[in-house]
């Protein structure tokens, strides 16, 4: 048998490395910053990660909700105007055909700005605001403003209210003054419930009570005012042309007087010639202001005598002064455009109370010539025995 030849075992001897090689890695090293010493950046983890996304998600969230309609309605301070002072170019109060006298004064009405109505609604930035400035109301929208009603509707009957408000003040003003306004009682309706209501047609003309004929409707409230409710008086009405003898039974007013149960739509014969130019503001509540205004122009007293004196109430025809809403922003409003006086309806008084601005003095209302006094007495610097809100008058309302 032949003998196989077997290799002897050699070690592994180490490859020869190749010249090309050597030299790309000894580029690559030279090139590769000195990191002797410096901490490799930490791997983000993924608790981190979702932190990070978290925030981002929620700062997108408070984005939308900002941008979306809060469904709030927030009250503010509006802008103030002097009933004495300019509109534009012209006179907010004009009065032509008689002699009209300067003021040094002011006389400023007041407003509230609200937003959440319909075309008006509030961003979630200004109900924050809101909640945390004394001077601002946030409420529910419904609760101010009813959601059936429209954008156009709501402008439309603020417009009506601030045009019936003007001819009020100036009715009631005039007859302060001691003008007689004729006007023609003509009935838009009776109330239900009361004898008138059986009796009574509208369009019918109201031409006199118990005999005396009535040429304004001041006379109509004053003799009424004598009549004891409950007792029967008699109207002549003018109707179709004829006149007609209706006997009425008179009912309680909730302030305890005399009252036929009718609504009268007057019909005013001015005896002076008062145009009210105002723009962009609504409502009834300016109605205390224009008259004292008209009254102001129409003396040769300067009534105000150099004072900022801001104030609010509708206005009736007989010069009564009614409450109005949102008093506690129109008296920051009135203390932001330098007013130091107030006048406030006696009505308002439990919101007065506790809520008064530092710095503004407030003066209670009840009819026009309680108002018309207490500016006379504030240019005068006598406000000592100006009545004010008391507690005792919040308890009351």
Not at 18 to 36: G, K, S
Not at 368 to 381: C, K, P, Q, S
Request: with cysteine; aromatic share 4%; hydrophobic share 40%.
């Amino acid at each position: 048998m032949a003998d196989q030849h077997t290799p002897a075992a050699v070690p592994d001897e180490p490859a020869v490395p190749d010249e090309q090689a050597v030299l790309h890695e000894q580029a690559v090293r030279d090139e590769q910053p000195d990191l002797d010493g410096v901490e490799p950046a930490p791997r983000t983890s993924p608790r981190a990660l979702t932190l990070s996304i978290g925030m981002l998600l929620t700062a997108v969230l408070l984005a939308v909700l900002v941008a979306l309609p809060a469904p709030y309605a927030v009250s503010s301070p509006g802008p103030t105007l002097d009933v004495l002072g300019l509109e534009g170019d012209v006179p907010l109060i004009a009065i032509k055909g008689v002699t009209s006298y300067p003021s040094s004064g002011e006389l400023r009405l007041v407003t509230v700005s609200s937003t959440g109505g319909p075309g008006y609604p509030s961003g979630m930035t200004r109900v924050l605001r809101g909640w945390f400035d004394p001077s601002t109301v946030v409420q529910p929208v419904e609760l101010v403003f009813p959601p059936e009603v429209s954008q156009d509707e709501i402008s439309q009957e603020n417009a009506a209210a601030m045009v019936s408000s003007q001819e009020n003040a100036t009715v009631a003003a005039l007859t302060e003054l001691g003008y007689e306004v004729p006007a023609v009682l003509s009935v838009a309706g009776t109330v239900e419930g009361m004898d008138a209501a059986d009796k009574l047609e509208a369009d019918d003309v109201i031409v006199a009570l118990d005999g005396t004929t009535l040429t304004t409707y001041t006379q109509l409230i004053d003799l009424l005012a004598q009549v004891t409710p409950g007792s029967t008086v008699t109207l002549t009405v003018t109707r179709d042309g004829q006149d007609v003898d209706v006997p009425i039974v008179t009912g309680t007013s909730d302030q305890g007087r005399a009252q036929i149960g009718v609504y009268i739509d007057p019909a005013f014969d001015l005896p002076v010639d008062v145009a009210i130019k105002i723009d962009d503001i609504g409502g009834p509540s300016a109605g205390t202001m224009f008259a004292l205004g008209i009254i102001d122009k129409l003396t040769p007293e300067d009534e105000a005598d150099g004072q900022v004196i801001a104030g609010t109430g509708t206005m009736d025809v007989t010069g009564e002064v009614g409450p109005i809403g949102g008093i506690r922003q129109k008296m920051a409003g009135a203390l932001r455009d330098g007013a130091t006086w107030f006048l406030a309806p006696a009505g308002n008084c439990d919101e007065v109370v506790g809520h008064v601005p530092e710095g503004l003095h407030v003066a209670k209302v009840a009819t026009l010539h309680e108002a018309r006094e207490a500016i006379t007495a504030i240019g005068a610097g006598s406000t000592d025995d100006l009545p004010t809100c008391t507690a005792q008058d919040a308890a009351a309302g």
